[in-house]
């Protein structure tokens, strides 16, 4: 997974604009990933002209012996976002949703956790999605 990351992210680099929404953006991930995620998320944010920051949640649920973004309880997250102020553009790993890309491990679904955070919210793969989202103007579709 960490391969494909970053042969999209060398891939993106290539062809980046700067026709993007001004909203900043916050990269949800589990703390593995993050020292991994926060080169790629300035570089975008220098080249996008956009604040893009990479918010690592400990998972609380399981005594933070789970570092993947894929396990992700909404609960955590929700939690970790809460004490950061206004937060423009959330991008949340699509890693952390069912199949169906509906509910969290904790059975909470998109749109609750777009109704609690009172911001645009998206599911994201790889920094291409979050670039599309940008594009889009935070309007990406699921």
Known sequence: MVRA?????????????RRVAALPVVLVCGVLIAPILAPMADELGRRLGVDVRVVPVPDRSFRETVTVSGLLPAADVLA???????????????????????????????????????????????????????????????
Not at 7 to 13: R, V
Not at 115 to 127: D, F, K, N
């Open 5 to 17: 990351l970053l042969e999209d992210w060398a891939s993106l680099k290539v062809r980046l604009d």
């Open 80 to 142: 970790r976002l809460s004490d950061l102020g206004p937060l423009g553009h959330v991008c949340l790993p699509r890693a952390m949703f069912n199949a169906g890309g509906q509910l969290t491990l904790d059975d909470v679904s998109l749109e609750e956790i777009r109704l609690r955070l009172g911001c645009p919210v998206s599911l994201v793969e790889r920094m291409s999605d979050v670039a599309d989202t940008l594009r889009c103007g935070g309007k990406r579709l699921e």
